[in-house]
């Protein structure tokens, strides 16, 4: 219990430094780097910095992998303008479970975009979890049809040149 104590000792200035730009606050610039050196002499002070604990530390940083997208997105187009969308949302995060749908719909109008259409229609939609081991994950899919009204317009292949 004593090491849960000492270890959520070591992560308040990490939490203190990294919430300082939310909100109606003023930014400074140095908040993150006397965080960082708060951090730093308090994992000294508690006896953090041997090679077991930094190790556990490099260890569970690459399993976690914090800045990794929390979703992984794949298109894949058919004839006709019309394409299936898939989203596999990484095994371990910490949030992001409600944000399938606007995930899925920032993915569908990036699209449209850089197509050149008009706009899209909603064919199917469906969110879920995929139960795999050692980790579930959610998982979502559509598909769309992506629309020209504008015959000017002609649309361009999605995905580019392959």
């Known amino acids: 219990m004593r090491h849960i104590v ?12 990294a919430c300082s730009g939310f909100g109606n606050t003023v930014k400074e610039s140095s908040g993150p780097a006397a965080g960082t050196v708060g951090g730093v002499w308090m994992a000294q002070r508690l006896g953090y910095l041997k090679p077991e604990y930094l190790a556990g530390s490099l260890i569970a940083y690459a399993i976690y992998d914090p ?8 298109v894949t187009e058919f004839d006709g303008g019309f ?5 596999n949302m990484k095994r371990l995060a910490s949030g992001g479970d409600g944000e399938a749908r606007q995930t899925f719909l920032r993915a569908v ?25 050692p980790f579930a994950h959610r998982v979502a ?5 992506l629309v020209n009204t504008n015959p ?6 999605i ?4």
């Not at 000492?6 to 430094?17: D, I, Y």
């Not at 394409?83 to 989203?87: H, Q």
């Not at 899919?141 to 049809?145: A, L, M, P, T, V």
């Not at 000017?152 to 292949?157: A, G, I």
Request: charged share 25%; with cysteine; hydrophobic share 35%.
């Open 6 to 17: 000492r270890f959520s000792m070591l992560l308040f200035p990490f939490a203190l430094a």
């Open 67 to 74: 800045f990794a997208p929390t979703w992984e997105i794949q």
């Open 83 to 87: 394409c299936r969308i898939d989203l």
């Open 109 to 133: 109008r990036s699209l449209v975009a850089k197509g050149g259409y008009t706009g899209f229609d909603e064919l199917r939609y469906e969110e879920g979890i995929d139960s795999t081991r």
């Open 141 to 145: 899919s559509g598909e769309i049809r």
């Open 152 to 157: 000017r317009n002609s649309p361009q292949s």
């Open 159 to 162: 995905m580019g040149n392959r």
